[in-house]
């Protein structure tokens, strides 16, 4: 099991910054891809930013050139590095792990969540 806590939500203007991480604990071993996604009200969770544990990083063309993910191996932390924030960021954001196991052929995919934290960006 993996335990994903996520932190540094908040309210900020437009224009603003804010840094999200994702303490994660438990068997963190052979995850093999940390991400973030959000969901605002009303919509679909979507993906927002991914890290792969060969360092590949996957971004949503919305923001693109505003956030970055990376992360801290020795602190088992993934963070969301948020600039040029628009209202249209709002929305609870979600850590995400992914831990892949092969059996008899096929490759699955185990999905660990974290509680969420909240992003509102006022114009």
């Known amino acids: 099991q993996v335990q994903l806590v996520e932190s540094g939500g908040g309210l900020v203007q437009a224009g603003g910054s804010l840094r999200l991480s994702c303490a994660a604990s438990?068997?963190?071993?052979?995850?093999?891809?940390i991400a973030w996604y959000r969901q605002a009200l009303g919509k679909q969770r979507e993906l927002v930013a991914a890290l792969s544990n060969r360092g590949r990083t996957n971004y949503t063309d919305s923001v693109k050139g505003r956030f970055t993910i990376s992360r801290d191996n020795a602190k088992n932390t993934v963070y969301l590095q948020m600039n040029s924030l628009k209202p249209e960021d709002t929305a609870v954001y979600y850590c995400?792990?992914?831990?892949?196991?092969?059996?008899?052929?096929?490759?699955?995919?185990?999905?660990?969540w974290g509680q969420g934290t909240q992003v509102t960006v006022s114009s």
């Open positions: 438990g068997s963190t071993f052979s995850i093999n891809t």
């Open positions: 995400n792990a992914v831990k892949q196991w092969y059996y008899s052929g096929t490759y699955y995919d185990d999905h660990y």
